[in-house]
């Protein structure tokens, strides 16, 4: 055991090479340990959050509006009402009398307000408890506004962020199917699991509107309802973030034949193998030839950029703590590319087939861990020699305080890392916090009357340690 | 004026656990524990981590269905158990949350069975405080959280025995006087602070100390639990004190200057915060009074550094059209400071339920609209409508500032968008002098067309 903090933490943490069992993963996260997940309202939110035209009203206190407005990165090249903060802010006499009311009051007044296409409805911890039937409300709601009014039923105790994927993709499911569309291509997908942060799916879907190929909604990155109303009508669903959509993708499989490939938008191999990956799921010559033609072009136009870093970093050791599996492992390739170890792989919602693949595709002696704490994190990154941590904001400062440079791949980050184009912002990234200036600065100041006997006044004044805390 | 909507639209405030996580940590070697769902957890240490860029570990019981469904007991034991294992820590402040208060779980019931059967449990000090999120703000959580620690740690001496805590911090025997922060204010606020008090040689006890704690310096040993805050023997030696002045509790219900007076007759001065000429000459007049010692010379020029910049910035400042949003008492320090320098406040809001707030306002500014439970969109509405030439709160101001292309000052928590959150000195006569400034370059950049 490489750390052992926590008791009942064991089969969550291992490294590769170790003769154990499967680690355990996807379940209740150990009290008092300070999980990094959140819960099931955060799982739907971020999955349903950046559909730009939708009111997504939240039913429940004001605490979890409040800290879910406004705070991620994912973009809108129209629509902002997305941006705003709904709450039913529900107060003591709600709680013990009900909210239903107030809830369908707030959908009317809202409805009238903002005139938006759909309306999602989360339903919080207390309304799980209190018993809100927020189906019927809905229900009711839909009929009389004449929109769809979707309930997400992401009370945050009732699983981890994995069951909030899912009450959104039923949510989304809802939706879908209830448009009539014929696509202008006759080559037409969906992108699933792209949440257009920092604008990352506008550096993906010209590379497939130049192979000829329409599509149709992006769930749910940049995202209108109407797109997501008549998804149903593409042929195919390719799947990025696969923890928050593969099941979705197989709902959609279920109802409406359309089948799904998983493929990855960030790293030059995995979005030439995402091209390629379409190209052949239509099996068209003259598309396949068009993704050779743009993979060669575009290869040849980031590489030189990318290569002046990669020389940079080559030889670091990286750490990746992820929300789900699927970016942890194309970063796992990413970093590959960029001649980088990956000495610690984690993830806040990883299954077991997750954790089969990462620890197929990691080295030997690569840490990987489930579900995290910062006292874990803190150990593992000093002892694994961590030159770079990737993950999310909460972690960014326990880098930083270890001396350790750190890079954000997470919902909140503000450059985008996908396409090609990704790929070079990406190696810039890693390439200007790895090789900052501030890690060579000496923690400790060299006192020139350190150890001076004839000085009485020693204190603050220690051996003097040149070596900085980043080597 | 319209009626109170039945929905928040962009809310500027938040719930009440998140109040109580800036008064644990200012304590010595205290964790917080929320006893509630994971994602309580998560989501307020990124909302604190993202404002003062530093680590922040709040714990949580993780509570599950089935613990929503029994009760919370045994995760509530066990998250305790893990955070005493993990951070060793002296203090657990433990803050109840929606879930937790609405299956009706008994904390400190929970809370002292766990001390009988755990003993590991033997040297940790518990505060548990109720918290939750529908009731009401974060105001009222900072609030309920500070007196729940002086309510559970403040002791008189044992008869016979000694002071729980020997001498006070400048070698002196008599007794101190208790700093109570009463509302949110910067690791640099409390930094300035406890300098002056220094300066001045007063004996006193501060409370809560987050000047370290969310504001830690680089070292090459990071602990778990980061180093500073309020000492606990200082905190059960606030009963002796020989008076307690609680700075930021102008408009606040009865908080822990009240118990101490109340249970200790400690006598107890609640003063607004200490922004502004009067309001920094009003503390500095009470402390004078209550010990009998001049302020320190140095701090009557940095007085008169502020009057100089005062009179400085006064055209370009005058008659400015402002509108003043976020936490009451910071909210009544800034209107003051904009009085006092000929500026128009127009709209003075709080997300908090408030009416002692709406008062106190109506006496600084009364042609202003007042406006409390207020949330963004119904600020919006007033910026709007009454030619505002400024905003002065929390960076969630930012998409009615943009939207109304009005510049937009930022002052208090949350600030996610800016650097200097935690380096951000708005009391005392510096700290105004640094508000003027910033007041007077947001005008001027303005007119410039600068940035917002």
Not at chain 1, 241 to 250: D, I, N, R
Not at chain 1, 346 to 355: L, N, P, S
Not at chain 2, 290 to 310: F, I, K, Q, S, V
Not at chain 2, 393 to 413: H, S, Y
């Amino acid at each position: 055991m490489i750390v052992k903090i926590f008791e009942g933490r064991e089969g969550h943490i291992q490294q590769k090479g170790d003769d154990c069992l499967p680690l355990s993963c996807n379940n209740d996260s150990l009290a008092g340990a300070v999980s990094q997940r959140a819960c099931v309202y955060s799982g739907a939110r971020v999955v349903l959050n950046p559909l730009t035209d939708a009111l997504h009203l939240v039913h429940g206190p004001i605490g979890c509006a409040a800290y879910t407005w406004d705070i991620r990165g994912a973009s809108s090249s129209g629509p902002d009402l997305y941006r705003n903060s709904f709450s039913t802010d529900m107060k003591e006499l709600d709680v013990v009398f009900g909210g239903e009311k107030k809830l369908a009051a707030a959908l009317r007044e809202l409805a009238d307000r903002f005139h938006p296409p759909a309306i999602f409805v989360y339903s919080t911890c207390i309304v799980g408890i209190i018993g809100d039937d927020l189906g019927t409300v809905c229900k009711k709601a839909a009929e009389e506004l004449g929109i769809p009014v979707l309930p997400v039923k992401s009370e945050g105790f009732r699983g981890n962020k994995n069951e909030g994927y899912k009450a959104a993709c039923n949510a989304l499911f809802e939706l879908i199917g209830t448009r009539d569309y014929t696509p202008k291509s006759r080559y037409s997908i969906n992108l699933l699991g792209e949440y257009n942060v920092a604008g990352d799916v506008w550096s993906v879907k010209p590379f497939f509107e130049e192979m000829g190929i329409e599509v149709v909604a992006t769930l749910t990155g940049d995202a209108r309802v109407a797109e997501i109303q008549r998804a149903h009508a593409a042929r195919l669903n390719l799947v990025q973030c696969s923890g928050s959509m593969t099941y979705l993708a197989k709902k959609m499989e279920e109802k409406y034949a359309i089948p799904y490939k998983r493929i990855s938008f960030f790293g030059l191999q995995d979005m030439a193998s995402a091209l390629r990956t379409a190209a052949e799921f239509f099996d068209s010559p003259e598309m396949k030839e068009k993704a050779e033609e743009i993979i060669v072009r575009e290869t040849a136009r980031v590489t030189p950029r990318i290569e002046r870093h990669h020389a940079r970093v080559s030889g670091k050791k990286a750490a990746i703590y992820m929300g789900g599996a699927a970016k942890a492992v194309s970063l796992v390739r990413a970093f590959q590319e960029m001649g980088m170890d990956v000495v610690i792989i984690g993830t806040q919602t990883g299954d077991r087939d997750d954790y089969e693949k990462i620890a197929y595709i990691v080295k030997d002696g690569t840490v990987i861990i489930d579900d995290a704490n910062p006292l874990e994190l803190k150990e593992l990154l000093i002892k694994q020699g961590a030159d770079l941590l990737v993950a999310g904001v909460k972690e960014r400062f326990l880098a930083y305080k270890l001396g350790i440079a750190f890079c954000d791949f997470n919902h909140d980050r503000t450059i985008s890392f996908e396409g090609f184009d990704g790929m070079v912002n990406f190696a810039r990234e890693v390439d200007i916090t790895i090789n900052s200036p501030v890690w060579q600065l000496p923690v400790k100041r060299e006192s020139p009357i350190a150890g001076r006997s004839d000085l009485t006044i020693s204190a603050g004044v220690e051996d003097v340690i040149q070596e900085p805390c980043h080597s | 004026m319209l009626s109170k909507s039945l929905a928040t639209v962009n809310p500027c405030s938040m719930c009440m656990p998140m109040g109580s996580v800036l008064v644990f940590r200012g304590i010595e070697n205290c964790m917080t524990l929320f006893h509630g769902s994971q994602g309580c957890s998560t989501y307020m240490r990124l909302y604190l981590a993202h404002h003062f860029r530093e680590p922040v570990d709040i714990a949580s019981s993780a509570l599950s269905e089935k613990g929503a469904v029994y009760g919370g007991a045994a995760n509530l034991k066990q998250g305790l158990r893990n955070v005493i294992k993990g951070y060793n820590p002296k203090a657990i402040g433990i803050a109840t949350t929606c879930l937790a208060e609405t299956i009706g779980d008994d904390v400190p019931q929970i809370v002292r069975e766990f001390q009988a059967e755990e003993p590991l449990a033997k040297d940790v000090t518990f505060i548990s405080v109720s918290t939750p999120s529908y009731a009401a703000s974060h105001e009222v959580g900072y609030r309920v959280a500070l007196k729940n620690l002086v309510q559970t740690l403040a002791r008189k001496p044992e008869p016979g025995g000694g002071r729980t805590s020997g001498l006070t911090n400048n070698g002196r025997i008599d007794g101190r006087i208790n700093i109570l922060v009463g509302s949110i204010v910067s690791p640099a606020d409390v930094r300035y602070l406890k300098r002056l008090l220094d300066d001045w040689g007063l004996g006193y006890i501060l409370l809560p100390d987050i000047s370290e704690t969310f504001d830690a310096p680089l070292s090459e040993d990071m602990p778990r639990i980061p180093l500073g805050g309020t000492p606990l023997d200082d905190i059960r030696d606030s009963a002796n004190s020989k008076a307690t002045v609680t700075i930021g509790g102008l408009v606040q219900e009865p908080g822990a200057g009240d118990f101490l007076k109340k249970e200790f007759e400690i006598p107890h001065t609640p003063l607004p915060l200490p922004i502004g000429l009067e309001y920094c000459d009003r503390l500095v007049a009470c402390l004078e009074e209550l010990t009998g010692e001049a302020m320190p010379e140095g701090y009557e020029r940095e007085r008169g550094r502020l009057l100089d910049t005062m009179v400085d910035a006064h055209k370009i400042v005058a008659d400015a059209r402002t509108a003043v949003f976020g936490d009451t008492e910071t909210v009544l320090g800034l209107t003051r400071l904009m009085t006092e320098l000929g500026m128009r406040p127009q709209i003075i809001a709080t997300g908090a339920i408030n009416p002692a707030f709406a008062e106190a306002a109506a006496k600084l500014a009364p042609d202003s609209r007042i406006m409390t439970g207020a949330d963004y969109s119904e600020i919006a509405e007033e910026v709007s409508t009454r030619g505002i030439d400024l905003m002065v709160g929390p960076f969630t101001g930012r998409q009615t500032a943009k939207k109304e292309k009005v510049p937009l000052l930022r002052v208090g928590l949350p600030n996610h968008d800016r650097f200097g959150a935690s380096h951000q000195l708005m009391l005392g006569y510096e700290g105004t002098m640094h508000l003027v400034d910033r007041l007077a370059n947001a005008l001027i950049e303005s007119k410039e067309g600068g940035p917002a």
